[in-house]
Nanobody, 124 residues
Framework: VQLQASGGGLVQAGGSLRLSCAASGRVVVLYSMDWYRQPPGKERELVATITSSGTTNYADSVKGRFTISRDNNAKHTVYLQMNSLMPEDTAVYYC??????????????????WGQGTQVTVSS
């Protein structure tokens, strides 16, 4: 099972970006997915979470600007819509999923999986 994150880039302050994270492989259940970010020289921090039931939570620093959502058509895909971006949002963004998958020998395995990071740079 892999998580593929995409959508990062360079944007001016006040602009928007949408990040995507898709889980591939023999996923059985995707319980929740989180977006984290790691600004330069700082620790990784939780940005947003969405559960299988659609419950969302956000860091105070992004409330009202960022929206996490699940794709109703593409299974196991989550988005992070980022509006009103500020230079302090500059970071490498990572998705993380709590899921179960079918192993090659057909066992159900529970695992927390990280995607590769995607760089978001907001210029002032």
């Amino acid at each position: 099972v892999q998580l593929q994150a995409s959508g990062g880039g360079l944007v001016q302050a006040g602009g928007s970006l949408r990040l995507s994270c898709a889980a591939s492989g023999r996923v059985v259940v995707l319980y929740s997915m989180d977006w984290y970010r790691q600004p330069p020289g700082k620790e990784r921090e939780l940005v947003a979470t969405i559960t299988s039931s659609g419950t969302t939570n956000y860091a105070d620093s992004v409330k009202g600007r960022f929206t996490i959502s699940r794709d109703n058509n593409a299974k196991h895909t989550v988005y992070l819509q980022m509006n009103s971006l500020m230079p302090e949002d500059t970071a490498v963004y990572y998705c993380n999923a709590d899921l179960t998958y079918m192993s090659p020998d057909d066992n159900i395995v529970a695992q927390r999986v990280w995607g590769q990071g995607t760089q978001v740079t907001v210029s002032s």
